[in-house]
């Protein structure tokens, strides 16, 4: 007896779309995880886009593909991620902290300030999020006093 044709693919149920990765978008998600945790930054990107592209409301998903971004120099991409996870989790502190990172690298200090704020104030117990928030409003004077570039 011939495989069934899967209906969204048209393909037989042993078949899979060339370049695709096998599994489904949580054993994606856990495959990028292992990923990043390698230090395969790029790869677990492509990988976590594939899969934040099937499960478009999956936070957690969002929250993997933002670091694996970061991690991989895409600091562009990690901070649109960021920006869409905080939105999705206003109260998320990590979120506020990856945009706020994000944002610092690509020179946009004051809005960086205000998200790294947000982290500090949500989790005062995180060392990190103050020594960023530190580090952010210090380039930030330093650019506001008396000849400065």
Known sequence: ?????DAE???SGGEREPGRPGGGPYEW???????????EAAAAA???ARAHAQEPTST?????????QYDAGDVTAAAESFRHLAQARPADDYA??????????LGRFGLA????AMAHAMRPDRPEYADRLRQVRATLAARQSPGSP
């Open 29 to 39: 998600l856990q495959r990028g995880l292992a990923l990043l945790a390698d230090g």
């Open 96 to 105: 506020h902290f990856g945009l706020g990172l994000s944002l610092s690298r």
């Open 60 to 68: 957690g998903i969002l929250e993997a593909l933002a670091r694996a």
């Open 46 to 48: 492509t990988l976590l």
């Open 113 to 116: 300030a205000e998200h790294l």
């Open 9 to 11: 693919t048209g393909r």
């Open 1 to 5: 007896m011939p495989d069934e044709l």
